[in-house]
């Protein structure tokens, strides 16, 4: 009994303890951050301050703070001390449960492997956490400026998350010599969205360096698709199918479904190939939803068909007999379009997500070139260089004007002078046509071909093969 007592009269008097050491942690932190903001320079008049973190009217100062992203550095200082506050009142309700458990059991006592757990996991771990957090709060200095200004790595202050800020923070060259690029430092760099999205991204930067990655794919997906593109790159390593099966050899690929035990069917609604057919109204996505049945895919673009938006191949690649030998395909495709124009010794690049299916997986199983790249992202190629671009079943009537145009922009970036554009059946509501057409017509391209023809009552298809102008200047 006696000893009991005197277990549970130590157990509050350290929780005691601790809660005036979290007193005194609290005003550290306050100090702590005041003394960093001195030896930033950001202590002085008013009007000082205004010159150091705003730029001047006039055009801005050489030294001021203006890039200083105050408002995630005050997330920084206000999240620890919310973590100080709830640990504090953590430990207050203890003492309280502690008292109230006494008055009702009092030869109740506490084990020391019990208390052992208390302040590893309740004490110990939440102090770390928001010392690391205070550590991670950095102040730019003049020192580290080449010109004198102070300049902060963008967003270093916003991420919490060690790896993603290693990430994103400037990496010097060794030697202070310059790179092949002309640069003597250098950013990665990730989507501005990504700021939106900063939850997401923290735990898909979260994961043991050197060790698998976790079963994560349509986390990075959906970062990408709403604009958190290009993601950071990652040390860990990259999962693959349980029973990776050796790839079919070319001449054989081209025209029959891969093994499905070389793709990952996590995260679809399906687990092999034959759940995908259109058949099968559970299969997980509605777009291109014949695209996983090869017999019906071979007869694209080479047969005849009663539709007059539908132009074969071989009339296409006659309008520049020789001419095309490569291509991107900015489609929803399994790869069929690249597989045929293969046939005619034409490299096409297809762009692909998973969306509700492998597309990306399966086109690289068919031997063809996946370009695993959302509608957000500039094309990473270089001006002029296409000789084709193709699009079917994607640029639809759900686009917005001002992304669509965004795009076929870079799309003409990259085609080059004489090079084909080739649009496969582009469909829209009938009284959107007119705006549509415009936003095709207006590079002044050479139409080869130009059908409009009815889908339905209330909508049509385009179809089109538009040569690029030459441009020199």
């Not at 504090?88 to 052992?116: A, D």
């Not at 400037?170 to 900063?198: D, F, P, Q, T």
């Not at 058949?279 to 049945?293: H, L, T, W």
């Amino acid at each position: 009994m006696e000893r009991s007592c005197c277990s549970r009269f130590r157990f509050s008097r350290v929780v005691g303890l601790i809660q005036i050491f979290l007193g005194g942690f609290v005003i550290i932190v306050s100090l702590t951050s005041l003394l960093r903001l001195y030896h930033g320079g950001l202590f002085f008049n008013e009007e000082q301050m205004c010159l150091r973190f705003q730029a001047f009217r006039n055009g801005g100062s050489v030294g001021d703070y203006s890039d200083f992203d105050m408002k995630a550095f005050s997330d920084r200082v206000t999240e620890v001390l919310s973590q100080m506050a709830g640990l504090q009142e953590k430990l207050e309700s203890v003492v309280q449960q502690i008292e109230k458990e006494k008055s009702v059991s009092p030869e109740r006592s506490i084990s020391k492997s019990q208390y052992q757990k208390f302040l590893e996991e309740e004490v110990i771990h939440p102090l770390y956490g928001a010392h690391i957090s205070l550590r991670l709060i950095r102040i730019p200095r003049k020192e580290d400026s080449e010109d004198g200004s102070p300049k902060e790595d963008p967003l270093i202050n916003f991420f919490t998350v060690e790896e993603i800020r290693k990430y994103i923070s400037l990496k010097e060259n060794r030697l202070g010599k310059v790179n092949i690029y002309g640069a003597s430092k250098s950013y990665n760099s990730i989507g501005h969205a990504c700021v939106l999205m900063k939850k997401e991204l923290e735990e898909y930067m979260n994961y043991d360096i050197g060790s698998y990655c976790k079963d994560d794919w349509i986390l990075a997906q959906r970062l990408m698709i709403n604009g958190c593109d290009p993601l950071p790159r990652r040390r860990c390593l990259a999962r693959a199918s349980r029973l990776y099966m050796k790839p079919l050899p070319i001449n054989e690929s081209l025209w029959r479904l891969p093994d499905h035990r070389n793709v990952r069917w996590s995260h679809y609604r399906c687990g092999n190939y034959s759940c995908l057919s259109s058949i099968n109204p559970k299969r997980g996505f509605s777009k291109c939803s014949g695209c996983f049945e090869m017999e019906k895919e071979r007869l694209k673009w080479v047969t005849n068909s009663s539709l007059r938006a539908d132009f074969l191949i071989n009339d296409v690649l006659s309008i520049k007999p020789g001419e095309i030998r490569i291509g991107l395909d900015y489609s929803v495709t399994t790869g069929s379009f690249a597989a045929r124009m293969r046939e005619h010794n034409v490299t096409i690049i297809s762009t692909a997500l998973n969306i509700g299916a492998p597309f990306s997986e399966t086109i690289a199983l068919r031997g063809l070139v996946p370009l695993y790249v959302s509608l957000n992202q500039r094309l990473p190629f270089f001006d002029n260089t296409m000789d084709l671009i193709h699009t079917s079943v994607f640029l639809d009537g759900w686009i917005d004007l001002q992304m669509m145009d965004f795009m076929l922009f870079d799309w003409d970036r990259v085609l080059r002078p004489g090079g084909l554009l080739w649009i496969d059946k582009f469909f829209c509501s009938r009284k959107d046509l007119d705006d549509y057409m415009y936003m095709f017509l207006q590079f002044r391209y050479r139409k080869h071909k130009w059908v409009v023809s009815p889908k339905s009552k209330d909508e049509v298809y385009l179809s089109a093969v538009l040569e690029k102008p030459p441009r020199s200047l």
